[in-house]
T-cell receptor, first 112, second 113 residues
């Protein structure tokens, strides 16, 4: 069974700090990787997509992918209380399937 | 920018009733996905459609059915509702049956009494 693992948290960081969220996956053939932010009772909101090894930056967010080690991470710089949410890692498997496997999510709390 | 539109936002039903959830994808998106999310759970994939044909099937109960229409909107039909069907139901859309990311609607909160 293809798995996506995330630490459920909560991860608590002070305002202005860097939050680091990690995700590991089991399927070596995975092709695309996504980070979603989900506030309680709301829908997942796409934050980042990453497809190749290395870093991808978008504003305060940086996604890092290491296919050899099968992990993908999300860094949030200058964390704000409004970043407090659950962050879902989603991984598209290879082999022609485009249905992502979601992790259970990491709860992030940014305290003032 | 236009997003995925779902209706209704909230729905209350009793056991053994039926429900229909609707989803209007982002314009020019041809692929629609349905998910069920219980409290504290990750989204569970139910079913997807690409170009009006079922493309993948997940953990959708036999009591549920879905289709995608010529205008690409999709409907999830749920019958013989059970208490355990109470959940958030999300629709997502993407462009093409590909590695493009999915964009989620605001969801329908279904409560079964």
């Amino acid at each position: 069974q293809k798995e996506v693992e995330q630490n459920s948290g909560p991860l608590s960081v002070p305002e202005g700090a860097i939050a680091s969220l990690n995700c590991t996956y089991s399927d070596r053939g995975s092709q695309s990787f996504f980070w979603y932010r989900q506030y309680s009772g709301k829908s997942p909101e796409l934050i980042m997509s990453i497809y190749s090894n290395g870093d991808k930056e978008d504003g305060r967010f940086t996604a890092q992918l290491n296919k050899a080690s099968q992990y993908v991470s999300l860094l949030i710089r200058d964390s704000q209380p409004s970043d407090s949410a659950t962050y879902l890692c989603a991984v598209n498997p290879g082999g022609g399937s485009y249905i992502p496997t979601f992790g259970r999510g990491t709860s992030l709390i940014v305290h003032p | 920018a236009a997003g995925v539109i779902q209706s209704p936002r909230h729905l209350i039903k009793e056991k053994r009733e039926t429900a229909t959830l609707k989803c209007y994808p982002i314009p020019r998106h041809d692929t629609v996905y349905w998910y069920q999310q219980g409290p504290g759970q990750d989204p569970q994939f139910l079913i997807s459609f690409y170009e009006k044909m079922q493309s993948d099937k997940g953990s959708i109960p036999d009591r549920f059915s879905a289709q995608q229409f010529s205008d690409y909107h999709s409907e999830l039909n749920m019958s013989s509702l059970e208490l355990g069907d109470s959940a958030l139901y999300f629709c997502a859309s993407s462009s093409g049956h590909s590695n493009q990311p999915q964009h989620f609607g605001d969801g329908t909160r279904l409560s079964i009494l």
